[in-house]
């Protein structure tokens, strides 16, 4: 007795998977798949999914085989070329994860995922430059797109080129104006810059909608010590540590606007 044998039940299995998946459930999307490949092994709409939500649960040498066998009916599939890459990268092998995304670009030049996540590998590799170029033709190519914009502000913010930094924050704010990474790293490029009035503007937007992200308040504990707000920057330094104790001890030891308190009795028994 076959499972379903009309091509409405495999259209319907497949769109319950990719449900999953944009629910962020890819173990539940994973035999849903399995299901359609039974019955149908070259299905590569099944085989394209279903290495989407391996490479989602970090199942990686799993994922390339769902890519790979995709590739083999159709070499120049640019998104499993893409996704391809990406498990090759987790995996460690950089090379062929570089070559993946280079056979997606030649493929299809518009292709603006293949540009930004190998613009996302550079920096992983600390080749900011090559990454900027990468980040630059996937904004040309699809200007509307967050991602590439914001990765494109940090790679700029590790570059010490913080004014570019803030102006690519600026304007992701402007056409994403939800988009609460990008106003904080808005904040954190104005404290760069020495604005740190403005920083902390931004930070107590933040603290009245998330009023115990350890981030923010140690952001903003940094802009007070370098307003010599310090009895201010001690009480959020202070509940920054009570949420996060190893990594913001650590930070706070190695933070140049907390020097002047490297002597300060009350700062060095929150760090210790």
């Known amino acids: 007795m076959r499972l379903f044998g009309k091509k409405t039940d495999v259209e319907d299995l ?19 798949l399995n299901n359609v490949l039974r019955e149908d092994p070259k299905n590569t ?12 649960t970090r199942k990686y040498n799993d994922a390339i085989t769902c890519f ?3 590739l083999e009916i159709n070499p120049n599939d640019t998104q499993s070329l893409n996704n ?23 493929t299809d030049p518009k292709y603006a995922a293949a540009h930004y996540n190998k613009g996302v590998l550079h920096d992983k590799l600390l080749e900011h430059k090559e990454a900027l170029s990468c980040l630059d033709e996937a904004i040309k190519l699809d200007p509307k797109k ?19 930094a803030l102006n690519c924050f600026s304007n992701l704010c402007h056409i994403h104006p939800q988009h609460q990474d990008a106003f904080f790293h808005k904040g954190i ?17 933040l603290l009245s909608k998330h009023k115990e992200n350890v981030n923010v308040l140690y952001a903003k504990s940094r ?6 707000r310090i009895e201010e920057s001690l009480t959020l330094l202070g509940q920054a540590i009570a949420k996060d104790s190893k990594t913001i001890k ?22 210790t």
């Open 68 to 70: 790979d066998k995709v």
């Open 223 to 228: 802009s007070m010590a370098a307003l010599e």
């Open 189 to 205: 490029e104005l404290a760069e810059l020495d604005r740190h009035n403005e920083a902390i503007e931004i930070f107590d937007k």
């Open 146 to 164: 967050p991602n590439p914009i914001f990765y494109k502000g940090i790679v700029l913010g590790k570059m010490k080129r913080h004014e570019e």
């Open 84 to 106: 391809k890459a990406i498990a090759l990268a987790e995996l460690g092998n950089i090379d062929d994860a570089m070559k993946c995304y280079q056979k997606a670009i030649e």
């Open 250 to 271: 650590k930070w706070a030891k190695q933070e140049k606007i907390f020097e002047k308190l490297f002597d300060d009795e009350r700062f060095r028994k929150l760090v």
């Open 14 to 32: 497949i769109y319950e998977a990719v449900s999953c998946l944009e629910k962020g459930r890819p173990k539940i999307a994973i035999p849903i």
């Open 45 to 56: 709409t099944a085989l394209y999914n279903k290495g989407l939500a391996l490479n989602q």
